[in-house]
C-alpha cells in the first residue's frame, strides 16, 4: 500500500487550547525548521513509527519532508484511530 493512502489532511489554527494539541506541536516544530505555518494554511502528513516516540505530534511528517524512500508508517495509529468504526 502506498503512503499516499494514509495522507491525512488538516487545516492550522491561529490558537490552541492546548500545547500539546497534535497540530500545534507540528506547527511549532515546523516553525523551529524555518518553515512556519499560517493560520488557515492545510498541511497534508502521515504518521510514521518512530522508535520510542509516543507523541502523534512528534510522529507526522508533512509529504514535503518525506523523500522517495520507504518510510515506517505507523500502521497501529491508523488502525485505532481512523480507520475503525465508532460503536
Do not use: A
Not at 8 to 36: A, H
Not at 50 to 75: C, F, P, S, T, V
Amino acid at each position: 500500500v502506498s503512503e499516499k493512502e494514509f495522507v491525512v489532511t488538516k487545516s492550522v489554527k491561529g490558537n490552541y487550547k492546548s500545547d500539546t494539541c497534535t497540530m500545534k506541536v507540528l506547527s511549532d516544530r515546523l516553525k523551529i525548521e524555518g518553515k512556519p505555518p499560517q493560520p488557515g494554511d492545510r498541511l497534508r502528513y502521515v504518521v510514521l513509527n518512530i522508535e520510542g516516540e509516543k507523541k502523534i505530534g512528534k510522529k507526522i511528517r508533512i509529504l514535503e519532508e518525506l523523500d522517495e524512500k520507504e518510510h515506517n508508517i505507523d500502521y497501529d495509529y491508523y488502525l485505532e484511530n481512523t480507520f475503525s468504526n465508532p460503536i
